[in-house]
Nanobody, 117 residues
């Protein structure tokens, strides 16, 4: 079983920064695909940033240059540094990983990020 626990969300003013963390535990050996998605009220869940199976990174156009994804393999933790936050970044942010063979998705419970104008 795989568990993902997010932390670091909160309320921030526009232009501010937050750092999200996602701690993974369980049977996660070779779970290389890990990343962040978000879901704003009334909208579909969308990709924010992720590590691909090959180890490269992929970002949504809307966050390029502002958000940075990183990982600490020793801690089984993925981070999302979010700078220059804007009200449109307000959403619940979810951590995601995919099983390497089946491609099954695993999700955390999410952490709320609210950006005030």
């Amino acid at each position: 079983q795989v568990q993902l626990v997010e932390s670091g969300g909160g309320l921030v003013q526009a232009g501010g920064s937050l750092r999200l963390s996602c701690a993974a535990s369980g049977s996660i050996f070779r779970f290389n695909v890990m990343g962040w998605y978000r879901q704003a009220p009334g909208k579909q869940r969308e990709l924010v940033a992720t590590f691909t199976a090959g180890g490269s990174t992929n970002y949504a156009d809307s966050v390029k240059g502002r958000f940075t994804i990183s990982r600490d393999n020793a801690k089984n933790t993925v981070y999302l540094q979010m700078n220059s936050l804007q009200p449109e970044d307000t959403a619940v942010y979810y951590c995601n990983t995919k099983a390497p063979l089946s491609g099954r998705d695993y999700w955390g419970k999410g952490t709320l990020v609210t950006v005030s104008s």
